[in-house]
């Protein structure tokens, strides 16, 4: 069993920066899974936003993020973050961390078993 808990979301002004955090309980979390962010924002679907996979911490970006966004992970604090840096309106959702058996960079909603509760993210014009 993982325990994902997200922190770091807040309100910020566009073309600001913010971290966000996801700390995982159990032991190996980052040599067992891969982490992953997605967002979701009002009325909308919960989006790929970025993964970084086990061991070598290969990382993937949705494309329409990448560039701004960076995804790392800590496994001595058994953390992983998204580095958001200039931030748009459409960027404001709530930001999801989450955990998959599968390798590589999965994208899809349904290869992550297990969630955090999410942190709200909202960027100002």
């Known amino acids: 069993q993982v325990q994902l808990v997200e922190s770091g979301g807040g309100l910020v002004q566009a073309g600001g920066s913010l971290r966000l955090s996801c700390a995982a309980s159990?032991?190996?979390?980052?040599?067992?899974?891969?982490m992953g962010w997605f967002r979701q924002a009002p009325g909308k679907e919960r989006e790929f936003v970025a993964a970084i996979s086990r061991g070598i911490g290969r990382q993937y970006y949705s494309d329409s993020m990448k560039g701004r966004f960076t995804i790392s992970g800590d496994n001595a604090k058994n953390t992983v973050y998204l580095q958001m840096d200039s931030l748009k309106p459409e960027d404001t959702a709530v930001y999801y961390c989450?955990?998959?058996?599968?390798?590589?960079?999965?994208?899809?909603?349904?290869?992550?078993?297990?969630w955090g509760q999410g942190t709200q993210v909202t960027v100002s014009s």
């Open positions: 159990g032991r190996s979390t980052f040599s067992s899974y891969t």
């Open positions: 989450a955990a998959s058996i599968n390798y590589g960079g999965p994208k899809l909603r349904n290869d992550y078993g297990y």
